[in-house]
Each structure stands twice: as C-alpha cells, then as structure tokens.
T-cell receptor, first 114, second 107 residues
C-alpha cells in the first residue's frame, strides 16, 4: 500500500495565485484531514472530513477550501495565496470507525508564497 | 484552541539517559496518542493509550494516562541518537496537536 500520498512536494506561488494541494489515500479511511505546520507552532488543523461528501472546519480554515467527492481523495485549495500561507502542509487519514486507529501522515508539501 | 499541550517545549539529554515529556488536554477523551516527527517529515504514530488504561509499554516507550488530571506522560528509556525528534500528543475527537516537545539526544 502507498498509504497517504501528497503532491506536489514543493510549490512556489505568487501572491494572489491559486492552487490545489492533492492528497490521496489507499487505505479506505473515512477520516481525512489537513494540517499546516509553521516553525514553533506545531500542527494546526485546517479542515477535516469524516467521509465522502462531508467536510468541516478545523482551527485555521480561512483562506482554504476542501471537498471530499471520493473516499480516497481530499484536495486542499488555496483560492488566492497570501504570504501568510507559506508553510508545510500535511495530509492525514485514519479509520475512525475504530477508536484505536492512529493517524497516517503524508510526507508533506512545502509551500512558499512570495 | 489546542487540545494537547506538550511540556517541556525542548529537552536535551545525554545518550543513554531517560527522557520524559508530558501532555495536558482539556476535555474528556476516548484515547490519547503520541507521535514522533523527524525533521521535515510527516508524523509517525508511536503509541496509543485508551481512556480506561493507566499505563502502556511498547519497547523503550512507556506512556501513562491520568484522566483525573487530564494529563499523560511519555517516557523514552535508554535514549539513542535516533530518538532526536519532535514528539506530539493528540486526543481522539477532533484530532488536534500541541506544539510538541523537541528532544535532542547528545552524544
């Protein structure tokens, strides 16, 4: 199994540009989530989804959109990038039908907005 | 608001010593999980402790949970250079992490 796959690994955007960060998992997990990690800030939850067609906001949702049309994919969209969105983005998934299931993380996308 | 808060923020110890880090949380939980992050990589799950458990072991890892104090501790025994990483706790509900403990093992 590939686990959680994030693309691209690196991205540079100019202020105002839009882009989509891709996340796919092949473990049939219902729960998927996006985090951003900034130096000294730990991981902050952006958006999450408990299943196809269902999404909800996390701690820092503003400036980001998500959709969950399939169980496998959970893309994160930046509609108008800002320098404050420069960060490392992690996607994660887990089997939330079991209270004993850990999160599985992708390797991250490093985004720089100039 | 952060559900899990790790303490200390940074910890440096000599190789072979034990490392202890703590986690406090705010609401009732089903389980608490500890993760490790090596520099620049995604988090890797280490150990999970259920709310009805008080202590759990996995290799050199020992986790305790005190639900009355809403706190947990992670003990790494006989530390190695490879244990140098950041460590995070997270609780089950909306899975939110704290800022982590940066552990540095000195040779």
């Amino acid at each position: 199994n590939a686990g959680v796959t994030q693309t691209p690994k690196f991205q540079v955007l100019k202020t105002g540009q839009s882009m989509t960060l891709q996340c796919a998992q092949d473990m049939n997990h219902e729960y998927m989530s996006w985090y951003r990690q900034d130096p000294g800030m730990g991981l902050r939850l952006i958006h999450y989804s408990v299943g196809a067609g269902i999404t909800d906001q996390g701690e820092v949702p503003h400036g980001y959109n998500v959709s969950r049309s399939t169980t496998e994919d959970f893309p994160l969209r930046l509609l108008s990038a800002a320098p404050s969105q420069t960060s490392v983005y992690f996607c994660a998934s887990c089997d939330k039908s079991s209270y004993n299931s850990p999160l599985h993380f992708g390797n991250g996308t490093r985004l720089t907005v100039t | 608001s952060q559900q899990g808060e790790e303490d200390p923020q940074a910890l440096s110890i000599q190789e072979g010593e034990n490392a202890t880090m703590n986690c406090s949380y705010k609401t009732s939980i089903n389980n608490l999980q500890w993760y490790r992050q090596n520099s620049g990589r995604g988090l890797v799950h280490l150990i999970l402790i259920r709310s009805n458990e008080r202590e759990k072991h996995s290799g050199r890892l020992r986790v305790t949970l005190d639900t009355s104090k809403k706190s947990s501790s992670l003990l790494i025994t006989a530390s190695r250079a490879a244990d140098t990483a950041s460590y995070f706790c997270a609780t089950w509900d909306k899975i939110i992490f704290g800022k982590g403990t940066r552990l540095h093992i000195l040779p």
